[in-house]
């Protein structure tokens, strides 16, 4: 999912297996914004959890987005559905 700006950085995204996941950037005053969506399928909400950190809620039916910076590396998982889980990895 390289694209644009994102030639220089690579951006890896997992989703667990109910979250169909995207990303798109753009430069701003030099720092590479990226920004993460994840689209819910399910008749049902999903989050996206950053254990100590940050928090999407995805309701059901709808997409929902997040922005991580540069050399952001996360572990994500669902609050709701424990066992789905992600990783984001900026490489800079
Ligand atoms: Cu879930």
């Not at 644009?4 to 030099?30: D, E, F, P």
């Not at 993460?36 to 059901?60: M, R, S």
């Not at 987005?65 to 559905?81: G, N, S």
Request: aromatic letters at 6%; charged letters at 15%; proline letters at 4%.
């Amino acid at each position: 999912m390289t694209t644009g700006l994102l030639n220089r950085r690579q951006v890896l995204v997992a989703g667990a297996a109910m979250l169909a996941s995207t990303a798109l950037a753009r430069a701003h005053n030099g720092t590479v914004h990226v920004t993460i969506e994840w689209t819910n399928t399910d008749p049902f909400a999903h989050t996206a959890t950053v254990k100590g950190g940050w928090e999407v809620t995805i309701p059901p039916g709808q997409k929902a987005t997040h922005v991580v910076t540069a050399d952001d590396t996360v572990e994500y998982y669902c609050r709701f559905h424990p066992n789905m889980k992600g990783h984001i990895r900026v490489v800079g």
